[in-house]
């Protein structure tokens, strides 16, 4: 792109970072906010319960943010929360606690128009309706749309459980045709890396769709069957076990013999890093989706696309999230609900056309998609930080 030092220095560091501990039963959590760029609108962007967060993880994933809001067209800019906590430790009282900690600690900087948090990694609606609920306790005013991915009867959107699945298999159908021209869905072999929100939804709305899964994966390990994995019964199996393990009709793999499968399509619905250097070489699939945020690092990226492996880079695959995010917050302002069909409409409409976009900078400037979607999303960014003078 050019940019000059000033600009590359602009975009390389975060605009605010908000730091805390939360105390919940005697016991303390490091709890990070983080406000990347907010030259197009309220920063948003999702907040993760993980034991693996750190400072430098959320800097990285709201920078993220701020370009995926961007490429998308949304008028946000990107910002990421997080808290070193193995939720899955907690009960459901110290849960609720430790959200609301989290309210407490950062409500000055959040609201509608100025900061919207949302579901990530090991957060849920639930967790939404008790921030929402402090929030409106301590600002003493109801405000539904100062977080997003809320209980439907919360002021939540229709579609927002399953959208970014939905938009990552709306990327998915446009690229197959284009890598493919013509092809049965049943004859598509799919691999699915994580079942959480993004992953099990991707399997489900796939398998409807008559493709063929032939394996998925949880933290704990995957499942395989190369005749294709009947979806309905698993995701029944790991609601009931909180895991895939023990399932029958499959045989066990490893996360790491997943991602090497022969495959037509491979898609990343877990943690970043899950693609390095050390087993790009090994990966058969023909098209990556990307559904999780980084789970490619930048070496292995290159390996890929010496291989001509298509890429369908996060900021634009995993994007459906943010997009009903953002239906969600516009529901709110205006006090107004829209029907599944509309959200969901909407929703292919704009993944779509930031697609054609992408695809049309990458052919034109002989670049990656990922390339492609960080110029136009830089682009965006770079003229609106121009015209407030901040560059
Ligand atoms: N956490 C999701 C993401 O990484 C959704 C963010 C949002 O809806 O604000 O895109």
Known sequence: MGLNNDIVNYLSNPKRILESELEVRGKKYAAYRIQYNDVLGPTKGGIRFHPRVSLNEVKTLSFWMTLKNSLAGLPYGGAKGGVIVNPKELSERELEELSREYVRAFYKNLGAWKDIPAPDVYTNPQIMAWMLDEYEKIVKHKEP??????????????????????????????????LKKSFQKKDIKIVIQGFGNAGSNAARILYEQ?????????????????????????????????????YKNAEEISNKELLELKTNVLILAALENQITKDNAANIKAELIIELANGP??????????????????????????VIVSYFEWVQNLQA?????????KKLKEKIIKALEKVLEISEKKKVSLRTAAYIIALERIIKASKLRGEL
């Open 210 to 246: 008559g493709y063929k899964i032939i394996a998925v994966s949880d933290s704990k390990g995957g499942i395989h069957n190369n005749e294709g994995l009947e979806i309905p019964e698993i995701i029944k199996y790991k609601e009931e076990n909180n895991s895939l393990k023990g």
């Open 336 to 344: 107004y609900y829209w029907t599944e069909e509309k959200v969901i």
């Open 145 to 178: 749309g100062m977080i997003t991915g809320k209980p439907l009867e919360l002021g939540g959107s229709k579609g927002r459980k399953y959208s970014t699945a939905q938009g990552g298999v709306f990327v998915l159908n446009e690229l197959l045709i284009k």
């Open 296 to 321: 490619i690092t930048p070496e292995a990226d290159e390996i890929l696309n010496k291989k001509s492996i298509m890429v369908a880079p996060d900021i634009l695959a995993n994007s459906g999230g």
